[in-house]
Structures are given as C-alpha cells and as structure tokens.
C-alpha cells in the first residue's frame, strides 16, 4: 500500500516538474511573431504611413492581412534595388569592442563572431512527362517519332541508339542548327538524357567517338549530364527570335505545360522531388512541330540555368535568361496553382540544403534570378547579386520564394557587416511569409545576430527565442542560447544568464558554446567563491576550455585575477605591516604574472585604470609620512593621474586615495617649503580655506616682509589661543615639519615671523621688539614662557627702566633666579634665562631697587657667601652706606663680616680700614 501511495506522489511530483519546467520555458521563451521587425523597416510611402508607422506595435501583426502585410514589405523593399544608395552612409554600429565598456568584457567577453553558412540553394532540371507524334513528312521527323515510341515503350538502349545515330545523320548532313528538325531533335535527346540520369538509368552501351562498337561501362555523374547541358547551351544560345517567335500572342499545347512542372530533379544529389521514378505517356493527337518548341522552350531555358550552375558559365546562363524573359511574353501560358516553389526537410535547420522546382512561369522567372543573385554572390559581386535579387522580388512571385530572396539579400549584408540592412532584409523575410524561418531557421538565427551586434538587444532577445522554440537545430540552438544569455547579463539580469549557461553545459556539453558558458559561469560565480574553491573551479574550466578560442583563456584568467585583486584589496584593510605603496606592488606583480602570460589579452585594459592608480600609491605614502620636498616633486610628475585618482577614489588598497587629507598636506607642503606657485594652486582648490586666517600674513612674511605685518602677525598668533606660548615652545623643540598639526598654520606663521624678524637689521628689530617687549611686560609671566620670548625681552634690556627690571623681576621667584645663577643644568637648558639673570644682578647692583634687593641681590649674595662673593659684598655695602649712613648696622655688620672672612686681600683690608674710620670700638678690637 505504502508503495503504491510513495509512486502516485512520485507521479504527480514529475507531472508538477513538468508544468514547472514548461511555465519557465514559456517565461523564458515566450515569443510574439514577428521577431525580427523594427518599425523602420516599413519605409514610408506618403504623408499618413509616416504618422503611422512610428505607431505600429508586434500586436498590430496579429490584425493584418497576409497580402496587406506583404504589400507594405513590396512598397519598402525597393530601396534593395539601389545597392550604392542603400548602403550609403552605412557602417557596422555598435560591435562589441572591450574598450568601449571594460566591465562589460568580464561578462560577455569577446562573443564568438558565428560563421554564417552559406544556404545551399539546388535548382532542378525539369523532365518531360508527356510525348507526342509530330506531323511531318521529312524522314528526320519520322526518325525522331521513331526514337520516342523506343523511348515510350522503355527500350532504353535502342531510344539512346536512336538518338546518337539521328544526331550523327543530322551532322553528316549538314542540318543547321537554328532548324525546327534540329531545335525539335536537340531538345527531346537533351530530355532524354535527363530522363536517364534522373532515372539512374546507367547500364547502357554508350556511344561516343571513342567506342566503337559501343560498350558497357558503369554510368559515372556528367556522361548524360554533360550531354543534355551541352545540347540545351546550344538550343538556348542559338535560337533566331524572328523564326521561332510568333507575330501575334498565341497559346501554347496545355497538357504538356501542365505535366511539365511535376518532374524535377535535381542531379548532383541524384534526387528527385517525387521520389519516384520518372515515366512518360503519349498525348491523344499529333502536335506541330513549332507549337512543341513553343511550349517547351521556357523549361529548356530553365534546364539550360540549372544545367550550367555546376560549371559556373554564368554570361551563357544569363544570356538564356533574358531571352526566356522575351520568349515568354510572346505567349499564352495558362495559371498554374501557387504551390510553394520550395522543397524542404522535415525540421529544417540553419544548414538544411533548399530545393527550388517554380510551378509556374512567375515563379520560374524569379527562381533564375534567384540562381543569377547566388551565381554572383559566388563571383564576389554583391551588387549585381542584389540587383538579380531585387529583379526576382519584383515579380511578385510566391511569397516563400520572395522570402528566399529577402533572406539571400540579407546574407549579403550580413557578410559585408552591413548589419541594418541585414536585419531588415531578415526582417522583411519574415514578415513577407511568418513560416519562412521554419522552412529556412538560419534567416531567423541571423536576423537576430545582425540586431544583436547592432546593439538591438530587444530584438535580438525576440529572434533567438523564437529560434530556439520553434527550430531543432543541434549547431546553432546552443549558440542562440549563448546568445540570449549574454543579453540577460548585458541587461543585468545574472539570474536567467546564470539559468541558461547551466542549461547549455547540462545539454549541449560538447557543444562549442559549452566553453564559453563555463567561462561565463565561473566569471559570474567567483566573487562569491572561497579561494580554495575558486583555484578547484578555475582547473575546471582550464580544462574544459583546453582547446578552446584564446580569448576565453585570457577571459578566465582575467576573472580570476580580478577575485584575487578583491581579496587582497580586503585583506590590505587588515594589513598593519606593509605601507600603501608594498601593498599596491603586492597587487601590481599579480597583474604583471597576468602581462607576462597574456602580453596581448584584450582583458588588459580593464586593470589599466587600477595599475595607474596603483602606481600613485607613493603619493599618498609622501602624504603621510610628511616629506614635503619628495611630495611636491610627485605631484609635479603626476598631476593629471592624481586629480583623475580624486575623481575616482578607488580605495584598491588601504590608503590609496587622493582626497581632501592628502591634497591638505600638499597645500602646507608647499607653504613650508614657500613653492609659492603650488601654495597658490593649491588654494584654489576645495581646501583653500585651511588656515584662512593665517595665509595673508604666511604670503606677506615669505614674499613681502615688513614691521607692519610682523606686528600684525604676532598680534594674530597671540588672539588665536591663550597657551600660543606653548607653541613657540613647541616650534623651539621641534624639526617642524609637522604638516597634520591643527596649529601648523599658526606655527609656520611664528616661524615667518621669527626669520623675519631675525634677518632684520638693527633698526627693525629694536622697533618690533620694542612693540612686542611692551606687550610681554603687561604679562610678566610670559616673558620666560618661551625662549622666544626671553630673546625679545632680552634684546631689548638697555632701554628697560627701574620699573620694567621689577616686573621682569617679578616674573620668576628668589629660588628660581639663584637656579639660573648657580644651577649649570639650569644655564645650559635656559640660556637665555640665564643671560637675563646675569644682567638682572648687574642692573640691580647699579640701579638698586628694595624689591629687586629683596628677591634677587640679597638672595645671590646670601647664597654665595662672604668669602666666595666679597667684591659683589662690599659693592652692596657701599650702596647702603650711601643710601644710609656709616652707622647703620647693617652696613657694619657686612663690613665686620667681609674684614673677618674675605678671601681677597684688598677687600680684607678695606673692610679692616672702614671699620677703623667709621666703628671705634671694632677698631681698637681689631688693632689687638
């Protein structure tokens, strides 16, 4: 039970499947007729189908007449006709070309061009199904009577024997050639022999020059066939119009005309078209000798062109031609059915051979200008072909043969890459008879191969999936396939591209289309593969392409590369040990193994752009290691690939860009460096308005230097931040290049303005010191900030007052100026400092001040001692007994000191020699 139960759902699985598969199929394939049509290819006729025309869509068609329908293609088709006025101006447009779109290369590659095959077009040679007696008293005419009723009775041997002897008593007495004997005897001989071949009726003695008596040989192609073309050559070249044509349209012996046509065959394949034997019967009555020629001579015409097509003696043919054409309006043929002139294999396929067999004068008509278009295309003489072409469509024949020659016309075109043409002939093949593409699949095929290397996608898409649904063919249904796949990736739909390429390597593996499907596949599918996987898939498809075009090689290859370039455009974000310019030479080597194995890959282009900029890397390198000199120069070199690099932005490896950083860093480059021609590019450009504020007195210091703006700097610098000592001190410690600082405006600023102010004469410098002394004075504080500071102060210590020294005084404490005095750590990290210490100590020794006394003199001297600092002991001694007077007892107690512990001699014994002026009782102490 349970089996039962498991195959019903196994059943209606399957059956769901299949309505699944079927639906898709549908979706994928559906298909209004006609495929190929542009609304151009109905040539405007007056004032209403040029409103018209724009407005007609593919469901329009459905509404149409046939013969409506084919007359708006007969009223545009003459434009054919003029072959230099129809391709004028006309180029191939839109072939598919690599370098017009690099990314579209990697999808669709380089398409295969699909060699077109020629259509195989056989015309036949007609037989005679009816014979009839002539009335004639002449012994030439009862001869040939005599070799017919042979003939009718199916005595082969003795019609052939017949004939060749009836011909040898014609030559042996001089019977002209232009005679009604002669034409009647030439033409029913030639119909004989054509009987034979078509018959393969080959087991005869053959009469010729050389066998004598006649022999039996094996019947070999061209014995018969040679003969029969030789005696209609003859019958078609040699005919006096003026004999044979009558004054007056007369008609023409019907049974014979009408039997006529229903025996064609076609010798070089040995087929005939009934695919039976050809037999013969006789008509009731006698007929005229010159009523037979007349209704028979269209069809020896006709036998004379197919006769001759194996050996290419196409002036004969055609001289043929133009007399049919003559002979055929002197009489009055009667209507035949319009049946198809064309015969043709079940399930035809864009290689299926066409036989032509005209069942009418029309027909037959256009079918030799049919051969004479496809004579000419075989001499490379394509406007003659479609001058033979156009002659053929005008006749108004059967519309299966119009559409052969709309479809011979646009093969023309097509190989001649004139591809609009080409498509609107297709185009017009189709719509004259909407089954056309059945019966001949390769106008279908490459009607939409002309749109599709036109750039027509639409109606290429339309063409190829009616190729595909409505025609069997193993060569060419993979190639339409591919095709329709590379159009689904054109429009960006991978989804379907990806479906079809699946199909055809599940189906059609051996087919040639299979490589370039697998290519297609793995360039679609290797973004998304681990690199493990994707080396594993890579050695599939080298494989299977082994022996494929070149270009798929490269293609492969190309999308492989590209992956790797992903990758490691990935891993360069996580990469901390490598710089920008060793990771972009990582990835320029993977390109150049690729150079190396593919010097001409037509793939190349696509990694031009990403080597460029790859190759700018150091740039940004120079960028952001801060080497200014080195940056400059590259950008000089590369300009134009560094502001097409800020266009693009292409990150390909961690911190390969050109963006606002970069272009920021060659802007202060270039200010610190003063290239004044790039500082002035530079700030024109979208990041001009760094450090705005600082660039007319930057510009003003470098290039025109002056105490006005000087001043007007320092007073800047100093309104930009409350701590600017701190970058003055920062500008004395450091090599300054320092182009990422927020502050490096300010700093290069200070640095102008320094150099300015140190390559100054004396004039200049005392006058901006003096300005900048008196603004460092109202904050005492800042004065020792920086060395800077201290040097501004410092050259300027002649011209300080009292008042002023005890500011500068007040700017350090009693312990830090002892430091600066004593302290030789301290001098040799604070020079200046110290330099101010030293000429604060003189001053105060010479222009005495209580609070300078306080904090810097008494502090010094207490710190030195007597015995080590008695000279700068008895000057201050001095000072205060001038200020005081000799008895104040601290001027005795430093004389007492200085005369008990001075080191000097003479300071000793002056101390000794005050004392005893100025203290008795010290004297009498020190006389003891």
Request: proline content about 4%; hydrophobic content about 40%; glycine content about 2%.
């Amino acid at each position: 039970m349970f089996k039962k139960l498991s195959n019903i759902y196994l059943f209606l699985l399957n059956l769901f499947l299949v309505f699944v598969t079927l639906s898709f199929h549908s979706l994928c394939y559906s298909q209004n007729w006609p495929s190929l049509f542009d609304n151009e290819d109905f040539i405007p006729q007056n004032e209403i189908d040029l409103k018209n025309n724009p407005k007609i869509t593919l469901k329009d068609f459905k509404k149409m007449e046939q013969e409506q329908l084919r007359k708006k293609v007969f009223d545009s088709f003459y434009f054919i006709a003029d072959f230099g006025s129809s391709i004028k101006g006309e180029e191939p447009r839109n072939w598919f070309d690599s370098h017009k779109n690099p990314e579209n290369s990697l999808k669709v590659g380089f398409p295969p061009s699909i060699k077109r095959p020629p259509v195989k077009i056989h015309f036949p040679v007609y037989n005679l199904t009816k014979l009839a007696y002539f009335k004639a008293n002449d012994q030439y005419t009862s001869k040939l009577n005599m070799c017919q009723d042979f003939w009718l009775q199916n005595r082969l041997q003795k019609a052939y024997d017949c004939f060749f002897f009836l011909q040898l008593e014609l030559a042996q007495d001089k019977v002209s050639i232009e005679s009604l004997i002669r034409l009647n005897v030439n033409i029913l001989h030639g119909f004989f022999l054509i009987f034979l071949s078509s018959n393969n009726e080959d087991k005869l003695y053959i009469w010729n020059a050389n066998t004598v008596p006649p022999s039996e040989r094996e019947y070999t192609d061209g014995d018969h066939y040679s003969i029969a073309r030789s005696l209609f050559s003859y019958i078609t070249t040699r005919v006096d119009n003026a004999v044979y044509f009558p004054t007056k349209k007369e008609d023409v012996i019907d049974p014979i005309y009408q039997n006529i046509f229903n025996s064609p065959t076609y010798f070089k394949l040995l087929a005939k078209i009934a695919g039976e034997k050809v037999s013969v019967s006789l008509l009731p009555e006698p007929v005229d000798p010159l009523a037979w020629i007349r209704t028979v001579m269209p069809i020896v015409y006709a036998d004379a062109m197919a006769m001759n097509q194996g050996w290419l003696i196409w002036q004969r043919a055609f001289t043929s031609a133009a007399k049919m054409e003559d002979f055929i309006k002197k009489f009055s043929y009667p209507s035949l059915e319009n049946d198809s002139p064309l015969s043709i294999e079940k399930n035809a396929t864009s290689r299926s051979e066409v036989f032509v067999a005209a069942k009418n004068n029309t027909d037959l008509l256009s079918a030799i200008d049919l051969f004479r278009a496809v004579a000419m295309i075989s001499s490379k003489d394509p406007t003659a072909a479609i001058e033979y072409i156009a002659s053929g469509i005008s006749r108004q024949c059967h519309p299966d043969l119009a559409s052969l020659l709309f479809s011979l016309s646009g093969d023309i075109y097509f190989d001649l890459d004139i591809l609009r043409w080409a498509r609107r002939s297709y185009s017009w093949a189709e719509l004259n008879d909407k089954n056309f593409v059945e019966k001949v699949p390769s106008s279908l095929f490459f009607g939409a191969e002309s749109a599709y290397w036109l750039g027509q996608y639409d109606i290429a898409k339309r063409g190829f999936e009616r190729f595909v649904k409505s025609v069997g063919d193993p060569e060419f249904g993979p190639w339409a396939r591919l095709r329709l796949a590379e159009i689904s990736e054109l429009n960006k739909d991978s989804d379907t591209a990806r479906t079809i390429y699946e199909v055809i390597l599940k189906n059609f593996d051996r087919h040639p289309a299979s490589e370039d499907a697998q290519v297609r596949l793995f360039c679609l599918y290797e973004k998304k593969l681990t690199p493990n996987v994707k080396k594993v898939e890579y050695k599939k498809v080298l494989e299977k392409i082994k022996n494929g075009r070149d270009v798929l090689k490269k293609q492969a290859k190309a999308c492989l590369l590209r992956s790797d370039l992903v990758d490691m455009s990935e891993k360069s974000k996580e990469e901390k040990k490598k710089n920008v310019v060793q990771k972009a030479n990582d990835q320029k080597e993977k390109i150049d193994v690729y150079r190396k194995e593919f010097p001409e890959s037509e793939f190349l282009v696509l990694f031009s752009h990403r080597l460029k900029e790859l190759e700018l890397a150091e740039g940004t390198l120079l960028a952001s290691e801060n080497k200014c000199k080195e940056l400059i120069e590259y950008y000089n070199k590369n300009r134009k690939e560094l502001i097409s690099l800020e266009k693009h932005n292409h990150n390909y490896v961690a911190g390969l860009k050109w963006d606002d950083k970069d272009k920021v860093k060659l802007l202060r480059c270039s200010a610190f460096l003063s290239d004044m021609k790039m500082w002035k590019e530079m700030r024109k450009t979208n990041i001009g308005k760094d450090g705005k504020e600082m660039h007319e007195i930057f510009y003003s210091l470098t290039t025109h230097p002056s105490v006005e703006k000087a001043i007007e700097g320092y007073h800047l610098l100093k309104s930009k931040s409350q701590e600017w000592g701190n970058k003055v001190k920062l500008y004395e410690g450091s090599a300054f290049e320092m182009t990422e600082r927020e502050d490096f405006w300010e700093l290069l600023t200070l640095q102008r303005l320094l150099k300015y102010e140190f390559v100054s004469k004396v004039s200049v410098k005392n006058l901006l010191n003096t300005v900048i002394s008196r603004d460092l004075l109202s904050k005492p504080d800042k004065i020792f900030e920086t060395q800077v500071f201290c040097n501004w102060m410092l050259r300027m210590k002649d011209q300080l007052n009292d008042s002023e020294w005890d500011t500068i005084a007040s700017a350090k404490t009693s312990e830090q100026w002892l430091k600066l005095e004593f302290n030789e750590k301290d001098q040799k990290s604070h020079l200046c400092d110290t330099a101010f210490a030293k000429a604060l100590l003189a001053v105060t020794l010479t222009r005495p001040s209580t609070f300078r006394d306080k904090s810097v003199l008494l502090p010094y001297l207490e710190k030195k001692g007597i015995s080590n600092g008695s000279e700068e002991w008895l000057r201050y001694a001095q000072r205060l007994e001038r200020e005081r007077s000799s008895q104040d007892l601290e001027v005795q107690g430093i004389y007492t000191k200085l005369a008990k512990d001075a080191k000097e001699k003479l300071i000793k014994e002056s101390a000794h020699a005050w004392i005893k002026k100025n203290i008795d009782k010290e004297a009498d102490k020190l006389l003891w």
